[in-house]
């Protein structure tokens, strides 16, 4: 008798989906920066305008995290992330575009709106990732798939610097950009066919799958979620001092995956293609400490429970982080310090399964609007440090840059010591 082949399980797919979205929206987040190399001198714009086309994109990705997350708690998934990723590619293309047509101020003003608009279209993808997550997986694998989910957008922030140097190198950057940007329509396309918001609504899904689902934990989407729940969310002491940690530790996190390029050219002297090289190194070490950070928190919460298992690898992790930030700005040796980068991101990606994971304990069916609120927080990480890594690269003092980050990632540690994923949300509900 022919031994038929082993199912893969429907969950499992859903998840392989999620993952190739987040290296999509990661790649494209990364692409402009590692372009910048060509655009500044080819559209006379300074390394401030470079950080202010960042600066655009971060105003709207943090400031519609929370409208994201309730708009993909009301619509569900599958629609919302259909929408949002043919937003953002139409977003992606008009920066190429745009030089062919315009000039000054007006071409300024169009490459702003459009990275404005593409951080319109990424700010809901990650609070309604959460929710998928949260409603397809069981509870215990939850920090290990949210470690996962960053592990494949770093493999996407990772894919970038490589081959958006090399098309720019043969094709230039307009080309570079087009063509990469247009390939994400046929994932979009397989998202929304496959896709459905619940695995009660998709027809392969088996009663087995189901039944490894625990029923508090996976509560599906609350489609009437309303403002006295979201300030309610709000108010929760673990909800607040998370969304403060990752305030301060997304200071670190773009000051590395948007800076670490023209850190290497400018102030360790990097040719441009050895630049995009090496530049790789930081978000592949991201890739796998976000991965390997799910899988030990997971572990944590078995061994030590839940109140422990979760601040466990940010309490060793973070203090880590502004370790190696410092060999990295003052070690002398140019190698040792891309090293140090790469291991430094290692260790800030290590926290992500606990930052998501603990979110989604808390919130439940309310995590889409929950991790909302975490990543609107996270985000202004970004906003605050963006401007700030803009104006002393500038003045070339990069080691004040990375000093203020070692200060934020100290106090990142600190602000989970408070936090208790135990007291959950759906216990309040009204």
Known sequence: ???????????????????????????????????????????????????????????????????????????????TLVTVGLVAV???????????????TALFTALLSAQFALGVAHAPFFPVS????????????????????????????????????????????QRALFWASLSALGLIAVWGWYARNTPQAHP???AAELAALDKAANAPPDVKINFPRILRL???????????????????????SNWTFLYLIQERHFAILEGGWLAALPPLGAAVGSAAGGWLTDISCARVGLRWGYPLVPLFALPGAAILLCIAV????????????????????????????????????????????????????GVIGIPIVAYFSGHQAWDTAFNIGVAFALIATIAWIGVNVTRTHSTHRT
């Open 130 to 173: 959460a929710g998928v997550l949260q409603v397809w997986l069981p509870s215990n694998r939850w920090a290990l798939a949210q470690g996962l989910q960053q592990f494949g957008a770093q493999c996407g922030a990772t894919l970038a610097p490589p081959i958006i140097a090399f098309l720019m190198e043969a094709f230039g950057w």
């Open 1 to 79: 008798m022919i031994k038929q082949p082993r199912r893969i399980a429907t969950r499992w797919r859903i998840f392989a989906l999620v993952l190739s979205l987040s290296a999509m929206v990661y790649f494209q987040q990364r692409s402009l920066t590692v372009a910048a190399a060509q655009i500044m001198p080819e559209l006379a714009l300074t390394q401030m305008q470079i950080g202010w086309l960042q600066w655009a994109f971060i105003l709207s990705y943090s400031g519609l995290q929370l409208a994201g997350g309730i708009i993909g708690q009301r619509l569900g998934a599958r629609r």
């Open 234 to 256: 709000a108010r929760q002491r673990s909800i607040y001092l998370l969304t403060i940690s990752y305030i301060c530790m997304n200071y670190v996190f773009y000051l590395l």
């Open 330 to 381: 003052y070690s002398g040796i140019p190698y040792v310090s891309v090293a140090a980068l790469a291991l430094c991101f290692t260790s800030i990606e290590l926290t992500e399964g606990s930052y998501w994971a603990s979110m989604m304990r808390i919130a439940q069916g309310d995590t889409m609007t929950a991790t909302g609120i975490l990543n609107t927080g996270g985000n202004l990480g």
């Open 204 to 206: 392969s899904v088996s």
């Open 90 to 104: 139409a977003a992606s293309v008009a920066v190429p575009l745009a030089p062919i047509v315009l000039s000054g």
